[in-house]
């Protein structure tokens, strides 16, 4: 079946710091990949639609110049949080299909805790 | 807005028992709804999708129905083991290729 894998699972990093978390296809292409966050007890909530080839598509409220999302290839899409603060701590996932008519599958996330 | 509601909030039953989890959302013009589990600290796993035309879809002792009309979805469970104990998650998708729409999941807890 379909697997979607990000890395890294865990990060923990001083204030300030950049992280880049990546989110790969692994058996199939995917022209749009999903970035969500989900705060403890709360559900997933959209981030940004990330476009292979063209910029991303981000939510409202949600700053792109502190989110930067790159889409280079067909299985890659990577999530930078820029100079992170406390606040950005969370757990991030992504997700994507390989045609629109089929489930969704997610990576395994993503939890960043900034100190 | 499309919103996804998620009852009840968690739910605790004695293991064998089964158990209906439902899910409603105010937009019937659904493209497809999708059922998740989430154990604590992982990430999402699908465990059905019913596409708009659909009224149900069975995977094991897993049957999730759809009334896309009325604005629901229910999950059921039979035979409930402990290994069940997670959260699950019901999504929607508006239109074909979209980012799904979350509720905020059904905490179930199987007692031995």
């Known amino acids: 079946g379909a697997v979607v894998s990000q890395h890294p699972s865990w990060v923990i990093c001083k204030s300030g710091t950049s992280v880049k978390i990546e989110c790969r296809s692994l058996?199939?292409?995917?022209?749009?990949m999903f970035w969500y966050r989900q705060f403890p007890k709360q559900s997933l909530m959209l981030m940004a639609t990330?476009?292979?080839?063209?910029?991303?598509?981000?939510e409202q409220g949600v700053e792109k110049d502190k989110f930067l999302i790159n889409h280079a290839s067909l299985t890659l899409s990577t999530l930078t949080v820029t100079s992170a603060h406390p606040e950005d701590s969370s757990f991030y996932i992504c997700s994507a299909f390989a045609y629109s008519n089929q489930p969704q599958h997610f990576g395994d996330g993503t939890r960043l805790s900034i100190l | 807005k499309q919103e996804v509601t998620q009852i009840p909030a968690a739910l605790s039953v004695p293991e064998g028992e089964n158990l209906v989890l439902n899910c409603s959302f105010t937009d019937s013009a659904i493209y497809n709804l999708q059922w998740f589990r989430q154990d604590p600290g992982k990430g999402l796993t699908s465990l059905l999708l019913i596409q708009s035309s659909q009224r149900e879809q069975t995977s094991g002792r897993l049957n999730a129905s759809l009334d896309k009309s009325s604005g629901r979805s229910t999950l059921y469970i039979a035979a409930s083991q402990p290994g069940d104990s997670a959260t699950y998650l019901c999504?929607?998708?508006?239109?074909?290729?979209?980012?799904?729409?979350f509720g905020k999941g059904t905490t179930l807890s199987v007692s031995s």
């Open positions: 058996d199939f292409q995917a022209t749009t």
């Open positions: 990330s476009n292979e080839g063209s910029k991303a598509t981000y």
């Open positions: 999504a929607v998708t508006n239109q074909a290729g979209t980012a799904l729409i």
